[in-house]
């Protein structure tokens, strides 16, 4: 069955089953309104947030944000990969897969590599238990604590010291050197020869979603340096995007209601051996978007764990930059800093399990920690000092895209300076405060402000024009027609308009897709999150959209003409006005006219 899986099969097959029937086998749905709605099965909640469209053929969770079609749906709850929630939902269909030529559906080489790797991992365990020099090794291990059902919990091994143990042991054959090479398991000397990479290391499979162990990191128990070394990047590994026992954290807890990230193989180790089993690591990196956006899929609350020190603060300022762009309301993250000289496994084992989980549970809300870090080296007794926190911390407000959250750190802050929230700016594109409630939604979320008239010529931006246009485009794609078929809006400097173009493109591409086929384009992206949320947005009763989107396109066109007036102006006036032609100082007044428009 290998072959790629046709994209129009994936589309016609998205048209064919009927989402509602998909989740209700799983989730129990009830009508209301339009829609059906349930508890989120992929976070904690009291009241019913989970909606269903059977119209646009899409789901989305107005607490935790996920949202998308029946593949996504089956891939986040079942727990699946991409080909296989297609084989599923096919089943369920009653069609069979098609697969295109021999392009491979996950090519041979990655499943002999996932095959040699998983030999690797269970010669490593062996070699604990069998091994002359493995004394050490148990020995260690031991002294750490770690007991025999926690190594077999997380598939600790070990690499015995010597050149060639695992090439001995599994490369017989030249093609099997090579499968080694490639998994990351050899090296090659200048003269082209290959030896073990680990040797004399205390070895921690790093395992995928699904289990499967597509890496190591090994610690030394020797002198050789570095202290910790991981597998390096390769068709199976993405160190950016892997997280040290997250698969084994969603073994112990089936519903996580937070993940406690550490750095180290031994935090993680240990913490789950004192009962600590939300615990996941970021195998030495520092922290990735990608990481966060694989958390909030199996968490509403990710509590980031950090040194006292300098560093440890230097790590948490990055950390709380990333984790701002991931903040939808109803999802969380804290940050615990441990006493100097401690770590998790340290500490751990010096208080306990409970005790440690209870400085879990008190860790700094991000809220918290947002004004903390922007206030550092700040006076606010003086006018200067609150003007200058407002200016520091606002961006990073305006960055969080949870409505609700967003609104009340602008509450507090403007608490905190000494003004009304409404004086405070806001950032072009940001969305208004939720001013109310739509009757047709299963439960209480932001409505969109009341269209207004387009502006007239001259005045400011419209905040989130393109947003906007993104969102009717999706919930009404007839309105493509209205879009401008030139490159007229090529050039207009706006953050969103490539994912506007996206949009457009796939819908002249496929004409009238349901929501869900569109949104199976951008799975799994943080663009295919803003674009769920944006489908979500009910609209206005009564609004007229046909018109609101024709203002939109226009006032996108006069913005995008000005600015090439400008560009125009600006290259002219680089010229002397007398050296300027006659037919260029004609130039040169139009363009400015059009600028002042």
């Known amino acids: ?133 493995a004394a050490e090794a148990r020995q260690y291990l031991a002294g750490r604590g770690v007991s025999e059902g926690t190594l077999e919990r997380f598939g600790i091994g070990f690499a015995p010291p010597g050149w060639e143990n695992l090439l001995g042991a599994l490369g017989a054959t030249e093609a099997d050197r090579k499968l080694l090479l490639d998994a990351g398991l050899l090296v090659t000397r200048d003269d082209g020869s290959p030896y073990d990479r680990f040797r004399h290391r205390i070895m921690f499979p790093i395992r995928d979603n699904r289990g499967r162990t597509v890496a190591f990191g090994g ?106 762009a991931f903040m939808h309301d109803g999802r969380q993250a804290a940050f615990l800093f441990l006493p100097e000289g401690e770590d998790p496994d340290s500490l751990v084992r010096r208080i306990g399990g409970d005790a440690f989980r209870a400085l879990v549970t008190g860790a700094i809300p991000l809220s918290e920690y947002l004004f903390e870090h922007h206030s550092r080296g700040i006076d606010l007794e003086t006018m200067d000092g609150r003007a200058a926190l407002s200016k520091a911390l606002l961006p990073a407000i305006e960055r969080i895209p949870g409505a609700v959250f967003r609104e009340l750190l602008r509450n507090a802050l403007a608490a905190r300076i000494g003004v009304s929230s409404a004086q405070l700016p806001r950032a072009a594109g940001t969305a208004k405060p939720p001013t109310g409630t739509s009757d047709d939604a299963p439960v209480p979320q932001p409505a969109p402000a009341p269209r207004r008239p387009t502006p007239p010529q001259g005045t400011r931006r419209a905040p989130g024009s393109v947003r906007n246009a993104i969102r009717l485009l999706l919930q009404n794609p007839t309105l493509l027609a209205q879009v401008p078929g030139d490159e007229r809006l090529a050039g207009l400097d706006e953050p969103e308009l490539p994912l506007f173009r996206q949009v457009v493109e796939r819908l ?64 002219l006036e680089r010229i002397p006005f007398a050296e300027l032609s006659p037919a260029q100082k004609t130039q040169y007044l139009e363009l400015l006219k059009a600028t002042k428009k």
Request: charged share 25%; net charge negative; proline share 6%.
């Open 1 to 133: 069955m290998s072959g790629r899986i046709p994209q129009q099969f994936i589309d016609e097959l998205l048209e064919r089953v009927d989402i509602v029937d998909v989740i209700d086998t799983r989730v129990n749905l009830r009508k209301t309104g339009k829609n059906y709605s349930a508890l989120c099965p992929f976070h904690t909640e009291k009241s019913p947030s989970f909606s269903v469209n059977p119209e646009r053929q899409f789901y989305y969770c107005f607490g935790c944000g996920a949202g998308g079609n029946a593949i996504g749906f089956l891939m986040e709850y079942e727990r699946l990969d991409f080909p296989a929630a297609v084989e599923k939902l096919a089943t369920l269909a009653g069609v069979e897969v098609p697969h295109e030529g021999s392009a491979p559906r996950a090519s041979p080489r990655q499943a002999e590599l996932a095959v040699r790797i998983e030999a690797a991992a269970k010669w490593f365990r062996t070699q604990l238990t069998s091994h002359p020099h």
């Open 219 to 324: 610690r030394v128990l020797g002198d050789d340096k570095p202290k910790y070394l991981n597998s390096p990047e390769t068709a199976l590994f993405h160190k950016g995007q892997e997280l040290y026992g997250l698969f084994e954290a969603r073994q112990a807890v089936r519903q996580l209601d937070s993940v406690l990230v550490v750095e180290g193989y031994m935090d993680v180790v240990m913490l789950a051996q004192h009962g600590v089993d939300n615990a996941t690591g970021t195998l030495g990196t520092a922290l990735t978007p990608t990481h966060l956006q694989r958390l909030y899929r199996y968490t509403p609350r990710v509590v980031f764990c950090f040194d006292g020190d300098d560093a440890g603060r230097r790590a948490a300022a990055r950390a709380l930059d990333i984790a701002l």
């Open 508 to 571: 002249r591409a496929t004409p009238q897709p349901s929501l869900g086929v569109l949104l199976g384009y951008w799975y799994d992206t943080p663009e295919g999150e803003l674009l769920a949320r944006l489908a979500a947005e009910n609209l206005v009763p009564g609004a007229d959209v046909e018109q609101e989107f024709r203002d939109l396109m226009g006032h996108l066109l006069h913005r995008a003409t000005r600015q090439d007036a400008t560009q125009g102006r600006r290259e």
